[in-house]
């Protein structure tokens, strides 16, 4: 874990760095608050800070109040150093947002022991937001392709409709079905039609923009939604879609490759209609695509 120290006094600062650096701890030292506040503020900061209280351009109390103030998710966790004694003036670092305090002269068992709560601290904090973020992700992607799930693909067709209301502009949206899908599971098995639903969930992503999305709706249905910009032929991205699914062969767990297609359906919105409008006419043209052969696009009128 990586430390820094806002001390402007060397022969503290040496005293300080050396204890945790022996400790195993990755030092950083800075010799005033300005500097201690611009430390604090990169993406790569250190997780834990000892600031002492006294320091010239700017003291460690004002360091804490406009750390305090940022909007992360992952505050460093602050020691003020500090020589002031009296119950108020702790009680003052504390409530401007310091963690803990460490009086000085220091002893140094009691800031390696202050320290190890510190890092504690820090590490619970992760291990916490790791835990939500990964709650997040189970809540909007399909488990089995890692796409977006169905409540969330049609959560971002709804974001990109008001988009487009509110901008005067336009998106395209697919409606995309594996041809011939029960006849994969009836004859190969569920599990070379979970290889090709994740197949197919691989080429769609690797063949769409950063800006696109993509979701998977249920069973062997993906909806897409492509904005549309000014000058480019979204056309093109779909029959790219279609064309480049149909030439690969997905390797089976247990069998031999297979060749697939799908069949896809677009819709043409710019946000005068709503999400299951929308949605109705590329499910329409989807199922034309299917009427008239398959492995093709179709586009709504």
């Known amino acids: ?37 611009q430390a604090l503020q990169r993406a790569d900061a250190p997780r834990l800070a000892v600031l002492d209280w006294s320091m010239p351009e700017m003291d460690g109390l004002e360091v804490v109040r ?8 992952r505050p460093p966790y602050i020691l003020m150093l500090t020589s002031r004694t009296e119950k108020a003036d702790i009680v003052q670092g504390l409530e401007a947002g310091a963690n803990d305090y460490l009086t000085k002269p220091f002893d140094p068992g009691e800031l390696r ?16 937001i790791e835990s939500r973020e990964a709650l997040q992700h189970q809540a909007t992607h399909d488990s089995l392709t890692g796409l977006l799930n169905r409540g969330a693909i049609v959560e971002r067709l709804s974001q990109e409709l008001d988009r487009c209301a509110r901008n005067a502009c336009a998106c395209a ?15 190969r098995g569920h599990s070379a039609g979970d290889d090709v639903l994740r197949g197919i969930a691989s080429v769609v992503g690797e063949l769409l923009r950063s800006y696109d999305a993509v979701g998977r709706i249920g069973g062997d249905e993906f909806l897409i939604v492509v904005p549309i910009e000014e000058g480019r ?33 677009v819709a043409r919105a710019d946000g005068t209609k709503s999400a ?3 949605l109705a006419a590329a499910d329409l043209a989807m199922y034309r695509a299917k009427h008239q052969g398959r492995n093709c ?5």
């Open 233 to 265: 032929d979204h056309v093109a991205i779909f029959d790219r879609l279609c064309t480049g699914i149909a030439n690969c062969s997905f390797a089976m767990a247990d069998a031999q490759p297979l060749s697939v297609t799908v069949s896809m359906g």
């Open 276 to 278: 299951n409008q929308v």
């Open 113 to 128: 022991a202050r320290v190890a709560v510190g890092q504690r601290m820090v590490e619970m904090q992760s291990a916490l």
């Open 297 to 301: 696009v179709v586009y709504a009128a």
């Open 66 to 73: 406009r750390v305090s103030a940022l909007k992360i998710d």
């Open 1 to 37: 874990m990586r430390i820094l120290i806002a001390e402007d006094d060397p022969t503290s600062c040496t005293m300080l760095a050396g204890v945790l650096t022996k400790q195993g701890y990755q030092v950083e030292t800075c010799v005033n608050g300005a500097e201690a506040w």
């Open 173 to 187: 949206v697919a409606m995309c079905d594996i041809d011939r899908f029960k006849q994969i599971n009836d004859q």
